[in-house]
């Protein structure tokens, strides 16, 4: 079975601060996909980033960063230089590959709230 | 543009009642959907899986005779959810995956029942 895991339920950092949200995940698969999702107030999911289990090179997107380490099952994500607007829930999110592609395990969730 | 959408965006119903929720693929054709449940603070947890023209599977746990799931085309699952009760409450998310294995996610319906 599946499983991810975000340790952190909550983080509140001040503006400008960086912020790693950290997240593991479990799987007997050897092909699989990882996903980061950002869920503002209004509920919509935003995609972030998918990697898939062949891929681990670190990805740069502007603010945001991932770090993938298959040796640890980790899927880190950093956001430099924080900023309120960046205030959401996101969430961690693991798929098989071939048929089930698409079929999500969500991690718990990590509430950041980013202050002025 | 959003590529999924869900129909409605809100529902308030009285207990006992059913509610349809559409979901639609806007400029592709969706072989699989996927309908997931998320309780307030929590996370989404999958409710079941749709290939057109076939019967839904349903993750452990979920009620098939409740939660009613039609897979009529290519680009519209219906979940319907019979004889609802408060404990319904939800937000209900559709996800469809294309031929190509693209995917997206709709905005949600968020269901009150009074």
């Known amino acids: 079975a599946q499983k991810v895991t975000q340790a952190q339920t909550e983080i509140s950092v001040v503006e400008k601060e960086d912020v790693t949200l950290d997240c593991v995940y479990e799987t007997r698969d050897t092909t699989y996909y990882l996903f980061w999702y950002k869920q503002p107030p209004s509920g919509e999911l935003v995609f972030l980033i998918r990697?898939?289990?062949?891929?681990?090179q670190n990805e740069i997107s502007g603010r945001y960063s991932w770090n993938f380490q298959k040796s640890t099952s980790s899927f880190n994500f950093t956001i430099t230089a924080s900023q309120v607007v960046d205030s959401a829930v996101y969430f961690c999110a693991l798929s098989e590959g071939g048929t089930s592609y698409g079929k999500l395990t969500f991690g718990q969730g990590t509430i950041l709230t980013v202050h002025p | 543009g959003a590529v999924v959408s869900q129909h409605p965006s809100r529902v308030i119903c009285k207990s006992g009642t059913s509610v349809k929720i559409e979901c639609r693929s806007l400029d592709f054709q969706a072989t699989t959907m996927f309908w997931y449940r998320q309780f307030p603070k929590q996370s989404l947890m999958l409710m079941a899986t749709s290939n057109e023209g076939s019967k839904a599977t349903y993750e452990q746990g979920v009620e098939k005779d409740k939660f009613l799931i039609n897979h009529a085309s290519l680009t519209l699952s219906t979940l319907t959810v019979t004889s609802a009760h408060p404990e319904d409450s939800s937000f209900y998310i559709c996800?469809?995956?294309?031929?190509?294995?693209?995917?997206?996610f709709g905005p949600g319906t968020r269901l009150t029942v009074t």
């Open positions: 990697r898939n289990s062949f891929d681990e």
């Open positions: 996800s469809a995956r294309g031929r190509f294995y693209e995917q997206y």
